[in-house]
């Protein structure tokens, strides 16, 4: 099967040399958030994001694209076809875990774990699967997400930890990162259940080492951790992005239509206009059902700084 999407990383001098040579071929340039530029021509689309620099080609003429222009014009190399060769430990039996909500206000921390060997990997990339932050649209996430939960030989977990415990947790571990390092270590455990002949496990590293070893530790489980940024480049942690993004933004969903209140993501300014909704129609005990307390946030929503005329506290 050919290959409908593809990413790689570019230099700023080899991105502004695409830009002209995007003009020249007559792509049309459009509108993309975090990019610095993007462009279209058919079904082929063009992503030069902020962060890296890195290209992300999508559309069923992505392999002539790579193969043809990318490659010899820009890269000066060739990769396609050889990504086993070039990073074989992404075809290697491995967990990979990644988490989602862990900068939202509202709503759950999800933290989603994916088993994969080369088969899955490989079908992993035919199917479109990269980091879920690069990944718009709610229903591209949950179509990709199917699609991850159907391929032969994956094993998945999930561990969403809801407002009230994720609150009560916080006060116990005293830190984010302990949270997010219980979080994690639980899902590779749970993964580990499921196979528990799998060598290896990969995670966005978050804090010290350390935090994380000593978390798994706790969940009795032996195996080889590693822990490196940018860790969401490997197609199991990708997979596991959007698997934990699929489960927090459910859960935006359900919960803004149970409050009615619509939930605004991160933890901005509509946020605080959005809890002191929720406070007014359901009480102030009812911010740590939903929200995450110990965020700054709070103690704006709580404070009446006369712009919404709402009394919080």
């Known amino acids: 099967m050919s290959a409908t999407s593809h990413t790689a990383a570019l230099t700023l001098p080899q991105a502004e040399k695409l830009r002209t040579l995007l003009g020249d071929r007559g792509f049309d340039f459009i509108e993309k958030p975090y990019t610095l530029f993007a462009a279209r021509k058919g ?4 992503s030069v994001y902020q962060k890296g620099p890195k290209i992300l080609v999508q559309g ?6 790579v193969r043809f222009l990318l490659e010899p014009e820009i890269l000066g190399e ?14 290697a039996p491995h967990f990979g875990i990644d988490e989602s909500g862990k900068g939202d206000y509202f709503g759950p921390l999800v933290i989603a774990g994916v088993y994969t060997d080369a088969a899955i990997a490989r079908a992993l990339a035919e199917i479109g699967v990269m980091d ?3 990944i718009t649209s709610p229903q591209r996430i949950r179509t990709l997400a199917a699609k991850i939960r159907d391929l032969p030989g994956i ?5 969403s930890i809801g407002p009230q415990k994720y609150n009560e947790l916080h006060t116990r571990l005293g830190s984010i990162n302990r949270l997010l390092a219980w979080g994690h270590a639980r899902a590779i455990a749970l993964l580990h259940e499921k196979r528990p002949d799998c060598p290896r496990a990969l995670s966005d590293q978050f804090a010290q080492p350390q935090v994380l070893e000593r978390a798994l530790k706790g969940q009795k489980v032996e195996i080889t951790l590693e822990q490196r940024t940018k860790a969401e480049s490997d197609p199991a942690v990708a997979a596991a992005s959007i698997l934990a993004r699929e489960r927090f933004i459910d859960w935006m969903d359900q919960t803004s ?9 991160g ?7 959005a809890a002191r909704q929720v406070i007014d129609l359901h009480g102030i005990a009812s911010l740590e059902k939903i929200a995450k307390l110990h ?3 709070t103690q704006q929503v709580r404070a009446n700084d006369g712009k919404t005329g709402t009394e919080s506290a």
């Open 43 to 46: 079904k082929l689309q063009v």
């Open 60 to 65: 069923k003429e992505t392999e002539d694209f």
């Open 78 to 91: 060739a990769r396609l076809g050889y990504e086993e060769t070039l990073h074989p430990d992404r075809y």
């Open 132 to 134: 879920s932050k690069r």
């Open 155 to 159: 094993e998945t977990a999930i561990v």
């Open 257 to 265: 239509a149970a409050s009615g209140v619509s939930l605004p993501l």
């Open 267 to 273: 933890a901005s300014a509509s946020v605080i206009d």
């Open 295 to 297: 965020f700054k946030t």
